[in-house]
């Protein structure tokens, strides 16, 4: 039997080349240091943990729930923006709760999307931002990942030469996976160009809340106009150390939300209600938690970056996200990164993110997530510095020799 047609348009899925090698090693008694997946080891706030537990068994909550999110965590949603960004917005047409960033992303591309548009996604970038919309038919066109003078080079040469003219753009700033941050300039030219060409502008702000400069990352939506042409997705996953509950949220131009809404209405019933009355307690209640999480992948990342670098393998200090962007070290370049993540796993035992799983401009880099405490992360560090040492001279025993040279 031949292969599906949208199963066609995705190649194998290359982390999970990564967690067989892991797993494999695993099975063998290794000890992993897993900095690979950007999955929190933190706890979700106490007090929305009781918010949760306080909900369950409620008369009603275990009935269907309200796709497009229940009316208070909409009310809170707007509110956050309103706080945070100084946005305002109307949580009856400009807010959608989803189930999760990365869901809110691909249901919109089968929202707009038409088979054969074009849209532009930044390369490298989170997976979703370009299969989200191959798996809707449509086609890639990559720009600079950077948000500099390239960028909008790429754009201006993106819709001078693409038949149809770009149909959307994606942004993700801070970016996953390169840790890179834009400003309001950026924004006020990306909303320029949109509107002078017709293009929608979609923002991953999945992590809005992990920055560690005192610099909070701005929302495209702060730029004046940028409603008329913008959806922006937000999530609670790294924001609460939520992943596991599967809460985020689309907010932003109307018309893009209506037709957001009206594709999950055919599809899901929103999340379970507990978890949406939770999510709310979360995003009205205290906030030092938010806080606390910023000092702990604060500290992480100084930990990372001192110990890797005196290991001899320099990293740009990451200033947002939970990620840092890791050039592969010269005398292992040639490997590119899927072997080189396999082969720190079988001589190392750390594991990392292939930067090629992100796209192709990502393969000179491994992306390294602060999911690990301090002390795993400096024993990953003693892991590397002896890796480093010795790993050219074993490196026949991973590779084919041919690969090696």
Not at 54 to 59: F, H, L, N, S, V
Not at 205 to 214: G, K, M, Q, R, T
Not at 366 to 375: P, Y
Request: charged fraction near 20%; glycine fraction near 6%; include cysteine.
């Amino acid at each position: 039997m031949t292969d599906f047609h949208r199963i066609r348009r995705l190649p194998p899925y290359v982390f999970e080349q990564v967690n067989r090698v892991k797993a494999g090693a695993r099975n063998g008694g290794a000890d992993i240091v897993d900095l690979g997946m950007g999955n929190p080891d933190l706890d979700a706030p106490a007090h929305v943990v009781d918010k949760l537990k306080e909900t369950i068994g409620r008369p009603r909550t275990d009935r269907y729930s309200a796709s497009k999110g229940i009316p208070g965590l909409r009310r809170a949603q707007a509110a956050y923006y309103e706080r945070r960004f100084g946005v305002k917005l109307n949580p009856d047409t400009q807010v959608v709760a989803t189930l999760g960033s990365k869901e809110g992303f691909a249901n919109m591309a089968q929202a707009i999307t038409a088979p054969g548009d074009v849209i532009l996604v930044p390369n490298p970038s989170y997976p979703i931002h370009a299969f989200g919309f191959l798996m809707a038919g449509a086609a890639i066109r990559s720009v600079p990942c950077e948000p500099g003078p390239e960028f909008f080079h790429a754009l201006e040469r993106a819709v001078a030469h693409s038949i149809p003219s770009p149909l959307a753009l994606v942004l993700c700033y801070p970016s996953n996976p390169t840790a890179q941050v834009a400003d309001l300039d950026f924004y006020r030219d990306v909303v320029a160009f949109a509107k002078k060409h017709d293009l929608i502008v979609l923002s991953d702000l999945a992590y809005s809340e992990v920055y560690f400069d005192d610099n909070p990352p701005p929302s495209v939506l702060q730029v004046p106009g940028a409603m008329d042409v913008t959806v922006e997705f937000t999530s609670m996953s790294k924001t609460f150390s939520m992943a596991g509950w599967r809460m985020g949220f689309a907010v932003g131009n109307d018309r893009l939300i209506a037709a957001l809404a009206r594709v999950k209405s055919y599809l899901d019933y929103g999340a379970y209600t507990p978890i949406q009355v939770a999510a709310t307690a979360a995003l009205n209640g205290p906030q030092d938690c938010v806080a606390e999480m910023r000092s702990v992948y604060k500290k992480r990342r100084d930990a990372l970056v001192d110990s890797f670098g005196k290991a001899g393998w320099e990293i740009p200090v990451p200033t947002a996200s939970m990620f840092a962007w890791a050039p592969i070290p010269e005398k292992f370049r040639h490997l590119r990164s899927l072997e080189f993540s396999k082969l720190l796993i079988e001589k190392a035992d750390v594991a990392v993110a292939p930067g090629v799983g992100f796209g192709e401009h990502g393969d000179d880099y491994v992306r390294i997530a602060l999911v690990e405490n301090e002390q795993r992360i400096r024993q990953a560090a003693r892991n590397i510095r002896r890796f480093l040492e010795t790993g050219a001279e074993t490196l026949h025993n991973v590779v084919p020799l041919a690969a090696a040279r």
